[in-house]
């Protein structure tokens, strides 16, 4: 039987002349103070400490890459682009596309050129939360839920934990929310209306802004779909339920293909730059159950423990097996760790996946507060087996933190729970006393007990649970937020977007127009992690990237062949350098850096510093040596000899026969750290190294022993070996402001850096260099310092035939000239992708993979044309199933007019 207050739910009584209005009027002041109530949130947890936007990803990946694919459009006109040239050295733009290629929130700036995209971006994330909390909202009064009920459900929605932090840190994991709740708004529509408009185009949007919580959303729809159709259906008969279950999917199917020209090439990228042991690491999660997928934590769903109670409350407190469907299959995704791993592509059994959920388990919440008591055992069954389940969950290191957290709700949920219950069982049992069923005793005082049992059931246990677990989350929140100090500073984000710097990497590409790279470095680390993937004008180019897909070739190169620093601990980061010889074999021909840099000079009435001898981002050379001979070639020598030398494949022509006796190599040289023992540090001489134990970072000074002559120079490297004794926590060592970080071995994303590799600047006769100690017990053995001049390692022969590029917009090709005297190869610093082509004199040639891991062609002697094409994979398939998804919205129309058109009357 259906709850008598779910039927006057939308009209909080009997019908009366005159009363739409006042709904209508009351449900517009629910609005309202929703609209208050989240932009109060937004305040008092972010805005009053800083801009709404983070440290950690929302700084460097979510705030720039909209940023750069605006830019990419007004400079080339195209929606549909193939290639980034501008970030990590020029990339397959669909290893960006997670961060909204095709979004229609960041396609919607296009139209706003006069609108910062930072601020458009913190905007629309204010203004996507405030959506979402108000079609919840819409959602919920369709429900058999008094307006009250819908209203402290959405007020609990508006503060689980992950909904404002997530729309300041990643945007990706809550950036899908309105378009999940307009399609449960859609689904609703289609079961009782077969309007299946708002369905589409929420699974379209929902797909469009976020592909990878998509499929947790559209799992969520399906859960929703099967519950509330067997609670609509009198009787659940198999086929009508198929047929229903079939147009259904096939809806979110056609959604599915509206979207493929994001789709398909995304997934190509993704298995293109997947690591073959990403899984392994992480498989025996499947064995573990973590209770944060619900509660808490922001990379979960971040409800109270009346969540939990709620779910299983569904389960033994229904009084239809129909309505117990929906929990059991929240109670089946939430408990079984599998689903969470298949959730996460494999990869891992994350509680982020589960955020798609959160609408699901707050209705649920919301239906727990609106059911009809069911008998004491029943009522308590519930909440007994939450405790339970805390007590269980004692042991789980990640849950161990919020367990005194997780109790004190859980008390107090109870107290508020139970108490209402205990009072209306006796209410009830005073209705009906042992007097007046034999005829006897006050009937009205007993009617009296009854209405005041009812009352306190009805009115004042959704009030008691909603009002204390929403009291409950707005405090967790209002401490969790500062309390993990991921929010920016205003001042200080003023730096990080400075205008004067913006002004003079644009003057600087004013005048100089030709293809190059500039960056933006420091020795303090934060500049470098705040500027990965920023550019400051669509001319400008970098080298550095932060993205979930990579070009797996660039990546390798970086972290294997050249062992190039590793400053961040995820291993996904690929940084800006200071590094003087990576600057110049990646054309780095401009640097916004106040340091010293070997190479670089300053330019007049600018703050760059500029090295003309850094290598063309295209030339083409007979210098070369075969890949053998290179690969043999250990730290330094691994880094200097490609200044000097290009490598090629073996068995091709090259024109250097032993590098041993064709190029300079650094000298050796001695260091000494000083011994010490102190209570912040003891530095201890080991037969190999060294063994340091500190309590905090501390700065030291290298002393440099040994130098004599030619080992003078501006260039020193150091490398050595890296044990962690404590593996749990991260360790680094600075050299000069470069820094080596190895993480904990916990982290997801550990960077597994156990080689620390240092190439730095020096003054001429400089013999004492700064190196800095991070806090931590580690030992550092094997060690080498190496000293040289960078003009020593540098063939002016090799870059004597540079590309000419063709000015104008560059959107999937390069195009440009080169004049030879002599078979050689073309070199890029591009890095390496089997689907550029490249067309000599109109022709197409075979490429080939140079310098280890970049695109190059063997090129004849004479005057050519080459041109560099780029083709995404799957984008012309995905393009296909996008253009056959519109078909299957179009043609059913047209049909449709023909056919009603035939049967008019003449």
Known sequence: MKNIRGDLGHTGGLKKPGTSTFIRNRDILCVLLLILACMAFCWLFVLQYGVFGS????????????????????????????????????????????????????????????????????????LSYIASVLLFYRFLRRKEMTRGICFGTSLLFSLAASMIYQSYNQLMFINYMPFLCLSLLGTDDYLKRQKRGWLLAGTAGMILTSFYFSIGGMLALCLYAVSEYLNMADKASFFPMLKKGICYVGILLQGILLCGILLVPTAVSIFSSRQ???????????????????????????????????????????????????????????????VGFLLNGGLYDKQKVFIP?????????????????????????????????????????DFDKYLPLAWADYALACLCYLLPVFISAAAERIRRPSGIRDGGGDVSGARSYGRMGGLLWNKAFPVFMLSVSCLFLFCYDIK????????IAADKYKNVIDSQKVKSISDTLDGDDSFYRLEEISGDGETNHNNVNRIADIRQNITSMYSSCYNKEYWNFRKNTYTLNEPFRNNMMQSATDNPCFLQFMGVKYILYDGQAAGYGPVKNSSLLKNSSVAPVLYVTDQVVGEGQYRRRSFPTNQTALLHYAVVPDGKAGSVSNLDTDMAEMQECSIRLPECDTPQLTVKKTADGYEIRAKADIKKELQITGESGRRKGNLFALVFDVENKRPDSDMHVRVNGQTNRLTAVSHEYANQNTNFTFVISKKENQDKISIELSDGNYKIRNVKAFTGNLSDF????????????????????????????????????????????????????????????????????GRHTVELIYHAPGKGLGLMLTIAGILTLIVPFALQNIFRKRKMPE
């Open 480 to 487: 969790m937020h500062p309390y993990r100090e991921r929010m």
């Open 276 to 338: 073959e042991n990403a899984a392994k690491a992480q498989i025996t999660s499947l064995l573990s159950f973590d209770p944060l997928k619900i509660l808490y934590t922001p990379y979960g769903m971040g409800l109270s423990v009346l969540a939990i109670a709620a779910v299983l409350g569904g389960i033994f407190c229904a009084s239809r097996w129909q309505e117990r469907v929906l929990p059991i299959t929240l109670t089946v995704i939430t408990a079984v760790p599998a």
């Open 55 to 126: 440290k950690v990803d929302w700084i460097n990946q979510h705030s720039v890459i909209p940023d750069y694919f605006r830019r990419r459009f007004y400079e080339t006109g195209s929606l549909l682009p193939d290639f980034a040239w501008n970030i990590g050295g020029g990339q397959n733009i669909y290893h960006l596309s997670y961060y909204g290629l095709f979004s229609p929130v960041v396609l919607l700036s296009f139209l706003f050129p006069f609108i910062r995209m930072d601020y458009y971006i913190m905007g629309s994330s204010i």
């Open 794 to 861: 540098q063939n002016p022969a090799l870059y004597r035939n540079p590309v000419v590029l063709e000015k104008g917009r560059v959107n999937s090709s390069l195009k440009g000239s080169v004049d030879v005297s002599e078979n050689g190869y073309l070199i890029t610093s591009i890095p390496y992708d089997n689907n550029f082509k490249i067309i000599l004199d109109g022709e197409e040639i075979d490429i080939l993979k140079v310098n280890i891991a970049f695109l190059g062609a063997e090129i004849p002697a």
């Open 357 to 397: 959920f959160l609408p699901l388990v707050c209705l649920q919440c919301g239906k727990y507060v609106s059911h009809k008591i069911c008998g004491i055992v029943r009522e308590v069954l519930p909440w007994a087996l939450t405790g339970l389940l805390l007590y269980l969950t004692k042991c789980n290191q």
